[in-house]
């Protein structure tokens, strides 16, 4: 029996679509394969960061120490930019808190929404996070979301506490433990500014220190300048 040569024709044509399908396919599998390896390895630098957040989520003390001990970064963020610290401060894990800063967790890394773990610890009325967080060097000047520092915050607290004793709506123990956190805070808060207060002290002295070598050396156009500047530092001495 014989075809016809539109028929062979067709048949050779079937064969090839075939044949070119199946070759399609492979290389789409290939190729998926592939992209699936580089963007695989591309990631695998993120999972012990990934495997941090987590275990900070789920409050695994032991992990979050493991996993910092191999070296594992303490800043590490997910994709709304909330580092480890921002979810530890926002679930109250303070323990977990300490140990972060102890790993050099920075305490001014801002989220997606500018956020910084003081801002969430404020929120939460967290004073002992809210003392770690000053002791690390936070921002004292960020706010919570009603506008407040943690001056404000201290204050707020005490007045509530104070009404609540007054009223005989709060126990003597829970009291106390509630005192001594606000009083935490302001010596923390207290220490941040004398510690800010020694430094810049350090670095008048040292300005001052360059200026009287440079008496000595400098051009004397440079004198009547100098002399300027230490009347202004004069004046500074007095508003102090």
């Not at 109250?92 to 773990?117: C, E, M, Q, S």
């Not at 008496?215 to 004198?223: A, D, K, T, V």
Request: charged share 30%; with cysteine; aromatic share 4%.
């Amino acid at each position: 029996m014989s075809h016809s040569d539109s028929e062979i024709k067709d048949h050779v044509k079937e064969k090839i679509r075939k044949q070119l399908h199946i070759e399609f396919k492979a290389k789409t599998k290939l190729s998926t394969a592939e992209d699936l390896r580089k963007l695989k390895k591309k990631l695998e630098p993120l999972y012990p960061e990934i495997r941090l957040i987590q275990a900070v989520s789920v409050h695994n003390t032991e992990e979050v120490k493991r996993l910092l001990e191999c070296g594992v970064n303490p800043n590490s963020t997910d994709s709304q930019l909330r580092s480890a610290l921002h979810v530890a401060v926002s679930k109250g894990y303070a323990d977990i808190v300490k140990i972060l800063l102890n790993y050099g967790a920075d305490p001014n890394k801002r989220d997606v929404i500018y956020n910084t773990p003081l801002h969430l610890a404020a929120c939460i009325h967290n004073f002992s996070i809210i003392s770690m967080l000053i002791n690390a060097k936070a921002d004292v000047s960020c706010l919570d979301m009603h506008g407040r520092n943690p001056l404000q915050l201290a204050s707020s607290k005490l007045e509530i506490l104070q009404k609540g004793w007054r009223q005989g709506a709060i126990e003597m123990v829970k009291l106390r433990e509630e005192v001594q956190q606000v009083v935490d805070l302001l010596l923390s808060i207290l220490m941040r500014g004398i510690e800010e207060k020694m430094e810049k002290l350090q670095s008048d002295v040292d300005n001052l220190q360059l200026m009287k070598l440079s008496l000595n050396s400098g051009p004397p156009e440079e004198l009547d300048d100098q002399m300027s500047k230490l009347l202004n530092d004069i004046e500074k001495f007095k508003l102090a």
